[in-house]
Structures are given as structure tokens and as C-alpha cells.
């Protein structure tokens, strides 16, 4: 069988997609994970995006394979009865909180760039989440499909023209002081793996629905090279940005004062980042609760704003600080025994 090329399309834009959230957008994740490494931050950018090619792509294969239609049977699956439930229970907390955290940063966006309050971005998002999903997979790959090429150009764009200003080459193969080498060595694996083991929640029902192995294979490794490009454009221009560190939004910075004329386009781009890994979140949270409940769809999507909005009101931070470090640990777990699995899963036959 050959490849279906807009299902490969399709897949890598979700893909894209939904790895692609707050933290990225803004440039912050990048920054801290990569940027501030100097160039060793750009040999663990390689290595990242090696990691987003084959473990996206052996992700999403053995979850064909094994016939998973939601994360919590992929879980189940990869880590056994036990502490699959258990895991799944961090699973839906950590992805409810991420997606109230995604949406309280839409909310910044109306706030803070074109002076609407917070509350009103964050239902105004909450309603175009709601008829986007209410289209099922379709509206998942109708709204990536216009957005990602959009933020890929962008990024591309900015890149080309802080290249233009010149003087990179300097800045670009500079190690700054650290404390400790093991920081550039470990970013690439706790990055991949934490967004690898949040995605899971959209890969693995979408790789189900496509269910052809060629177009997922080359949909992943589609999206994973288009990841890496990214990544590659994104830190060279953070890395032409002085004092890079201090900003919450650098992309932002660097497109205010090297094309003031995209600046409002790009906040625009911003937000339909942060917009596609919301429904992405909402998606998985969905599928996952529809297996639980047997009420409508708009209902289950109903639940869940109103969960993420209370969220996204109180301090969140604080419950994000100690979990984050735990689901690290969990999601670099999760990478190695993806790896595990993958070389001796056989095909499930249908019964």
C-alpha cells in the first residue's frame, strides 16, 4: 500500500501541533532548555530532534500495532496493569493542568498585546476549542493544517532576518559559564520525553483513526524533521537576542524590533500555537473521559473548560512545581521502554 501523502500531512501538522505549546511559542522552553547552553544548546537541538523522529515514529506505530485508541491502553500496555492506572491518573491531571495553563496563557495574549481582559480571551478560546472539536478528527486536522505551515514560515522569517543583522557566527558558537555540563546533555532526553509522554494523548488515538502504517511512519518522521527545523530556527534567533534571558516572551522581542511590521501578525501566530496544542490536550482529555462516561461529546468538552477555567484562576504553580519533576522522571521511563516494546510488538489481528 502506498503512502496516503495528506494523511501523512495531516499527521505531522498534529504532531507539530501539539508538542508546540506555551512555552514554545513564546521561546521560553527553548531558552531553558537549549538557548542558554550557547552552541552546546544547539548539539542537544540534534539530538532532540533525532529522538522526535524515531521514538514519535515508534510511538505512534506501536500504538497501531498494539490497537491502543487512547493513551490509557497505550499506558496499560507499556507499563502493565498497575502502574499503568496509576500513571494514566497523572496522565489526566498533568494534561488538565497543562491545558489550564494554556489557556490562562491565551488569556495573556489578549491581555497584555491587544489590551482585552483576560477572562474574555480565555472564553473566546474556550468557544473556538469547542466547535473545532465538536468536528471530531477533522476539525483537529483542519485547524493544524492551517496553522503549522503558518508557524513554520514565521520561524523560518525570523531566523532569515536575524541572520541578516549579522555578527551570529560570534554569538553562535559561544559557550557561556555553567555550572555544569550535564544540563546540555540531559535536555535533549527530559525534553523529548516529557513532550513525547504529553502528546501520546493525541498520537495514539490519531495513529488509530489513520490506521495505515506507511502514512503514520511518514507522517512522524515528517513532523519530527519539521520539529527539529524549528528548534534550529528558533534558537539561532534567540541567541541574536541580548540578554535573552530575562524576557517571558523573547520570539515576541526579537519580531519587535527586527520586523515591526509582522509584530501583531506574529502575536496572532503565537496564539494559534499555543491554540493548536489546547484542542490537541482537549482531544486526548476527551477520548479519554468518553470511555468513562457515556454522555455526548459537548458535554464531556463542557466539563473540561469548566475545570480549566477554574485551573487556570488559582495559583497553579505550586502544584505544577512538584508534579513536573515527577512526570519528568516518569516520561524519560516512558521514552526507554517505547524503545523496548517497539522491537518485539507484534501486530494485533483483528478478532
Known sequence: MKVRWTGAFQISSVYIGTVVGAGFATGREIVEFFTRFGFLGFLS????????VFTGTK????????GAKSYEEFNIFIFGQTFGHIL???????LLGVTSVMFSGAGAVFQEQLGITKTIGVVLTM??????????IKGLFAVNVFVV??????????????????GIMDVFFAIPDITSYWGPVTSPFLYTA???????????????????EKTIKAGAIMGGLFLTLILITSHISLISLPGVLQYEIPTAEIMKHIA??????YIMVVYGEIFTSVIGNLFGLERQLRSYIKI?????LLILFLTSYILSLIDYGNLLSYLYPLFGKISVLFLILIWLRAGRTKKKTPV
Open 260 to 265: 515591526s511590521n509582522f509584530y501583531w501578525i
Open 59 to 66: 510511538l505512534m506505530l506501536l500504538a497501531l500495532k498494539t
Open 88 to 94: 494514566n491518573i497523572l496522565f489526566f491531571i498533568m
Open 149 to 166: 505551515p503558518i508557524m513554520i514560515f514565521f520561524s523560518i522569517l525570523m531566523c532569515v532576518l536575524s541572520l541578516k543583522g549579522g
Open 296 to 300: 455526548p461529546s459537548i458535554f464531556i
Open 45 to 52: 537541538i540534534l539530538a532532540a530532534g533525532v529522538l522526535f
Open 127 to 136: 468557544v473556538l476549542s469547542l466547535l473545532v472539536l465538536l468536528g471530531g
Open 194 to 212: 516529557f513532550n513525547l509522554a504529553l502528546s501520546q494523548a493525541v498520537l495514539v488515538p490519531v495513529a488509530s483513526d489513520i490506521g495505515d
